[in-house]
């Protein structure tokens, strides 16, 4: 971001009554943190939500720096929220079970991506915002864009999702089998140093998952000019593995594997919002998308082009496979942002 006036305001807002998720469990005293990114001379009463990814939160500045949230507020004002589940301010995992008085840990009831949005839902009405631009999500926040658009496509003009469709079943798999030490761990009461080995494994592959060739090539190519050796594959696994052995510091292993369970079971809704026709989507894919292929993207937007209409489909040129809109930052701003302003 550049030096323009802007005003960041980071709260929390306590839901004022019960969230049913799909599952028909009750949760209880649910508390939502949020970030309001605005003009500080000139703040706009037009609003956009941005949606994060995995593992990040909703202070965009912090982890999207290539992501030019100032050029935006000349327009908008954006609010991100942490999702339900993660390891942030939004009720997960490690907050208090209103019954027990004891941390929910394991006993954190199963959730999806539409129990994302019912939380954002109810915590957009909390905060008094009621109508939104735009709506933008890639990966995790793609899919809660999608489904956004799929069950409430009145809360906003345009639906931006980014790599966000529901996975193929080989990526089911795949999330699957990275998954299941960790979740034999938790459910096993392993011990933290175990779990941490785990979750850091988990990471690894994940990671891994997202990336491309050309990504990795250019890895190992910026590690060479720092001096990290003539060989391509030790600096690049050391990254890699670094980046892993940080992360149980980081994110916790419960909302690691509530959010990629939702992740993996994502699907299209059975019964689609009879107002879709007000609504336009606008699904994005990435080429050499391993994650979620490009493919997949553009073949879901085609069936939903000829259901409800007013769906588009587009793709971010990047060599950067999934990651590409973290990575490939300022290139995917130039994209996005040719569609917005």
């Known amino acids: ?25 009750l949760l209880s005293g649910v508390e939502v943190g949020y970030t309001i990114y605005s003009d500080r001379d000139s703040p706009s009463d037009r609003f956009a939500l941005i949606f994060h990814g ?16 100032d050029q935006l507020l000349k327009k908008y004002s954006i609010i991100s929220i942490d999702c339900l589940g993660s390891s942030y301010r939004t009720t997960g995992p490690h907050s208090l079970n209103t019954i027990t008085g004891r941390p929910y840990l394991g006993d954190f009831p199963v959730i999806s991506i539409a129990d994302t949005n019912t ?3 109810a915590a957009l009405r909390a905060i008094g915002i009621e109508k939104l631009d735009f709506v933008l999500g890639c990966s995790l926040g793609g ?14 003009e345009k639906f931006y999702s980014v790599c966000g469709v529901p996975m193929s079943l080989s990526g089911q798999l795949y999330n699957e089998a990275h998954l299941r030490p ?45 001096g990290s050796g003539a060989s391509s594959v030790t600096p690049v696994l050391d990254y890699f593995l670094k980046d892993a052995d940080q992360y149980p510091s980081q994110f916790s292993p ?31 894919g990435i080429p050499n998308d391993r994650f979620v292929p490009q493919q ?21 040129d990047s060599k950067f496979g999934h990651e590409a809109w973290i990575l490939d930052g300022e290139k995917f701003y130039e994209f996005i942002s040719s569609k917005l302003l």
């Open 254 to 284: 419960y909302s690691y594997l509530a959010l990629m369970h939702a992740i993996t079971q994502f699907s299209l809704p059975k019964s689609l919002s009879q107002q879709l026709s007000q609504g336009e989507l606008h699904l994005i």
């Open 119 to 121: 939380v954002n839902l």
């Open 54 to 69: 995995l593992s990040s939160d909703a202070h965009l500045h912090q982890w999207w720096p290539k992501f030019q949230l």
């Open 143 to 156: 899919m809660q864009a999608l489904d956004l658009f799929l069950t409430q496509p009145l809360v906003a």
């Open 296 to 316: 997949n993207v553009e073949e879901i937007a085609r069936d939903l082009a000829e259901k409800v209409g007013r769906v588009v489909y587009d793709t971010f």
């Open 182 to 226: 960790l979740r034999e761990g938790l459910e096993n009461s392993a011990n933290r140093q175990v779990l941490d080995r785990q979750l850091a494994h988990s990471r690894f592959l994940f990671r891994l998952s997202c990336t491309t060739d050309f990504a990795l090539d250019s890895l190992a190519s910026r590690l060479r000019i720092a």
């Open 1 to 25: 971001m550049t030096d323009l006036p802007i005003s960041i305001q980071s709260k929390t807002v306590k839901l004022p009554t019960d969230v049913v998720l799909s599952s028909g469990v």
